[in-house]
């Protein structure tokens, strides 16, 4: 599981065909480097896996500086 609010994926194994279990908890700034400090929220978005690979996804990004209103698209280079 992804969580919405930490840095960190749970996982949860299915012991049988109505229980979880072996409850695990991993902190994604042990694997990789996090662009902001570890006790801010990552908001994992969606999990996919593929051979041994686990990726994710999050919904926030670098924030962008505004343009201003009075620069023309020329002076913003487009």
Not at 2 to 24: K, V
Not at 33 to 46: A, K, R
Request: hydrophobic fraction near 30%; proline fraction near 4%; aromatic fraction near 12%.
């Amino acid at each position: 599981m992804g969580s919405n609010e930490t840095s960190t994926i749970e996982r949860l194994y299915l012991i049988d065909t109505n229980n979880f279990g072996d409850y695990q908890h991993f902190r994604v700034a042990k694997f990789i480097s996090l662009p902001v400090p570890e006790t801010e929220e990552i908001n994992i978005e969606g999990l996919a896996c593929t051979d041994y690979y686990l990726w994710f996804v999050g919904s926030h990004s670098y924030k962008r500086k505004k343009p201003k209103s009075n620069n023309s698209q020329e002076s913003a280079g487009r």
